[in-house]
């Protein structure tokens, strides 16, 4: 028995009203279509996944290429069965196929097996997967044979529903497994009878059961893994079940997530035990975070590696750089791409750098700017230092050594180096390199001029009108 899964994901997505392909939105961080395949791919090798593809195709291919499927391109969306209908060359060296929807995306590999198990299980010709649904409301309803039996008569789309069926609250999950032969040699039958003028898959399962074939229904475990994202507030709750799921998936593991229904974590990351996250933190991408881990209120951490022991004050943002174990970031600070932050280096407010190493133990503690630059480990970086990385054409290079002391309010005009063990007087700008364990003053010098302060005010006074001088 060979096994082929097809994806039907050519649709626009009208009910969005968006720009975008509806299956290149994004749930959990990544895009509907890719936690389909991740699905399937769990079943079948990816080159026995067929992609329908048809809106904004390309886009969709180069989104989800990857992943080694195969792409069948439907030219016109003429409805789901026609969909099918597209994909009748390349699946003949299929017996069985599965059908899954790019808009369905909660859907568990798990689900997909016994649906698969079901129908071979049942020698049916159609299985279908459903749902007992609290809002069927949009869905296509399933019409069993008779309560409680597996066969199917008919599924009944919303706008045709009669009298009566309203009240039927089992909903097709737009998901189904088919013998591939009974499947190609009825679907020709298909007829766009209906206020779309399209041709519905749907169809299929009064066609097979009217010719005697047979058809079977099994409802999925959980009701919320078979629901469809057609409009932006649909997609919403998906991405929230995704992601509470997603959080609870990190407790399991021992990770204390306070208020998991306010943080967003993107599907995939990473979190040691003893973690803690405080509420409406995000963590984005690839984050990869160790154990006992503090990261506070309000900060974004995207793609970014931190090791154990890291804390992350509120309001930080932290992207694509690594942080090394014990290390303080902020608060209010911005890791921006390409820093590695020494073992207990400390980060701290209104601190922004960019593409910087900061060594062991080094401190940067307010109002600074690293840009460019390497940090030896014992540094201090006093308030204020800036290091001036852009002469407005290209950028360069700040180094500053180990254990050195740069005072407040200094710039450092890149190219420049700072030699280990030297001091920058406050209010410095270096334009000259530094000799290591030297001081490096460069400023104004300071003028005091004795009185006068006092001299000025009396003549000021001197000159009001009324005055007797
Ligand atoms: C479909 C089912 C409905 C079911 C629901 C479950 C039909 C007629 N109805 O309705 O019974 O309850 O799914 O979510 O099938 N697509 C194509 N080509 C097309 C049209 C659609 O590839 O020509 C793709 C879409 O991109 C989408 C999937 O098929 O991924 C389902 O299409 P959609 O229009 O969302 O169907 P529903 O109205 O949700
Ligand atoms: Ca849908």
Redesign the pocket.
């Known amino acids: 028995m060979r096994l082929g899964i097809l994806i039907?994901?050519?649709?626009k997505?009208t009910r969005l009203k968006s720009k975008r392909a509806?299956?290149l939105h994004e749930i959990g961080g990544r895009p509907l279509l890719r936690h389909v395949i991740g699905a399937a791919a769990q079943l079948v090798p990816a080159r026995d996944i067929l992609v329908?593809v048809?809106h904004q195709a390309e886009a969709v291919e180069s989104a989800v290429r990857d992943t080694g499927v195969r792409f069948v391109v439907?030219e016109k969306?003429?409805?789901?069965g026609?969909?099918i209908q597209c994909a009748e060359r390349e699946t003949r060296g299929y017996d069985m196929l599965i059908v899954l929807?790019?808009?369905?995306p909660l859907l568990r590999a798990e689900t997909i097996a016994a649906l698969r198990d079901f129908h071979l299980s049942q020698r049916a010709a159609m299985s279908i997967l459903t749902a007992e649904a609290a809002n069927p409301f949009?869905?296509?309803r399933v019409i069993r044979r008779e309560a409680g039996a597996p066969e199917v008569a008919a599924?009944v789309?919303q706008k045709a529903l009669k009298p009566g069926m309203e009240e039927v609250r089992e909903?097709?999950?737009?998901i189904y497994a088919f013998r591939r032969k009974a499947l190609y040699e009825n679907i020709g039958r298909l007829r766009a009878e209906n206020p779309q003028k399209?041709l519905?898959?749907?169809d299929m399962a009064r066609l097979l059961a009217g010719g005697g074939k047979r058809v079977v229904a099994i409802e999925a475990a959980q009701p919320t893994e078979v629901l469809?994202a057609?409009t932006i507030a649909e997609m919403m709750e998906l991405d929230r079940e995704m992601r509470l799921a997603e959080a609870r998936r990190l407790m399991a593991a021992g990770v204390i997530i306070f208020r998991p229904e306010t943080v967003t974590i993107d599907v995939g990351v990473e979190v040691g035990a003893d973690t803690v996250i405080e509420p409406f933190v995000q963590l984005l991408g690839q984050t990869k975070i160790g154990g006992d881990c503090l990261i506070r209120s309000y900060s974004v951490v995207e793609n970014a590696t931190l090791a154990d022991r890291v804390v992350v004050r509120q309001g930080c943002v932290v992207a694509e750089s690594q942080i090394e174990k014990g290390a303080l970031i902020g608060p209010f600070a911005h890791v921006r791409p390409g820093c590695h932050i020494g073992e207990d280096a400390h980060i701290g407010n209104f601190v922004e750098t960019k593409k910087t190493r900061v060594g062991k133990g080094s401190k940067a503690n307010h109002l600074t700017y690293l840009g460019d630059a390497v940090v030896g480990a014992g540094t201090n970086i006093g308030a204020g230092t800036i290091t001036c990385n852009y002469d407005g054409v290209n950028k360069h290079t700040t180094v500053i050594g180990d254990r050195v002391f740069i005072g407040s309010d200094s710039a450092l005009v890149a190219p420049v180096m700072v030699g280990d063990g030297a001091y920058v007087g406050a209010g410095s700008v270096i334009t000259d390199d530094v000799p290591a364990d030297a001081l490096a003053v460069g400023r104004g010098r300071q003028v005091n001029k004795p009185q006068w302060a006092k001299n000025r005010r009396a003549r000021k006074e001197a000159r009001k009108p009324g005055s007797t001088n």
């Open positions: 039907m994901a050519a649709g997505g509806k299956v329908i048809g439907q969306q003429r409805g789901t026609h969909a929807s790019g808009d369905v949009g869905y296509g599924i789309e909903i097709n999950s737009g399209e519905y898959l749907t469809g057609n």
